[in-house]
């Protein structure tokens, strides 16, 4: 990626999203701010346009629509200027499993993982063939964390977490820079729009440090960046132990422990 390549953000309006687009804004990005709510999208642009001198183009639309998912697609596809894919439009949902209604359980599902899927698949065919460019999926913590009552929002998360190493052992070899972000809680309208009450939840992340944290580990060029994980090793640990997991899996013998009736 050249430093002055586009970045074309998802979820840009507000949020993490929006902290993105400033940064990068600052860093003398052009951008491509993706979101449902245009007039939004609209005030940040111009914002950005005067104070960093950024080119900001807003592609209104809503991702869990085939008309919208297809328009994000081809912008990713066919304008060779964008060299980042931000990719950070989510959603959570209160409630317990039994509680979710299967609408609202499609569309988080639709946001979270198939537009996500999908705005990734547009875009790395052209980066791998140009041998450049930079992917981020925006994961979360509670993607590691079933004990979080976050049944399908974590599932979700565990989803991206997964493709994007996928990803990574593909299109890194291929030149393409591909980082999940995994936050934790942190104060945005998310839990809001959600209908979660985090008035009673322990102290949350600043948006702007999350984001800053998030570009370190973009830098570094780093894999799986978790800011709020203060000792790095326990990743390894766990990264490690999985891979130990996989050399003790032997696809064409039944483990010993399974050759016996109770
Ligand atoms: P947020 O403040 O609610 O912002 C979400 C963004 O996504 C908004 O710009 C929203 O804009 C957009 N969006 C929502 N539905 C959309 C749709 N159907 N089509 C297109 N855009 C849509 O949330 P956030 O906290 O910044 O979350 C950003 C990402 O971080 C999400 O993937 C979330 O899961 C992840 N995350 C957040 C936290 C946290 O505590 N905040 C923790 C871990 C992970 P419009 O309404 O204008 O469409």
């Known amino acids: 990626m050249t430093t002055t390549s586009s970045v074309l953000i998802t979820g840009a309006s507000t949020g993490i999203g929006a902290i993105y687009a400033e940064r990068f804004a600052r860093r003398g990005h052009d951008l491509v701010l993706v979101a449902r709510d245009k007039a939004r999208l609209d005030t940040l642009a111009t914002r950005l346009q005067q104070e960093h001198g950024v080119a900001v183009d807003v592609l209104p639309a809503d991702l869990t629509q085939s008309s919208g998912l297809v328009a ?94 996928g990803m990574s052992l593909e299109l890194s070899p291929k030149g393409v820079y591909v980082q999940t972000v995994l936050p934790a809680g942190t104060y945005t309208e998310i839990w809001e729009r959600a209908g979660i009450d985090i008035s009673t939840s322990s102290e949350m992340m600043e948006v702007g440090e999350l984001v800053d944290a998030a570009l370190v580990g973009f830098d570094r060029r780093e894999l799986v960046t978790i800011p709020p994980l203060h000792n790095a ?8 132990a999985r891979q130990a997991l996989l050399s003790d899996i032997k696809q064409a013998e039944v483990a010993e422990r399974y050759k016996t009736v109770l």
């Open 72 to 165: 994000v697609e081809a912008r990713l596809r066919d304008d060779t200027r964008i060299g980042t894919l931000i990719n950070n439009a989510g959603i959570a949902q209160s409630g317990s499993f039994i509680e979710q209604t299967p609408d609202a359980i499609e569309r988080l599902i639709a946001l979270n993982t198939t537009a996500l899927t999908r705005l990734a698949n547009a875009v790395a065919p052209r980066f791998a063939q140009a041998g450049e460019g930079s992917i981020v999926n925006i994961s979360s913590v509670v993607g590691l964390a079933p004990e979080f009552s976050m049944s399908v929002y974590g599932a979700t998360k565990a989803f991206v977490l997964f493709l994007s190493q």
């Open 233 to 240: 090793a326990r990743w390894d640990a766990l990264d490690a």
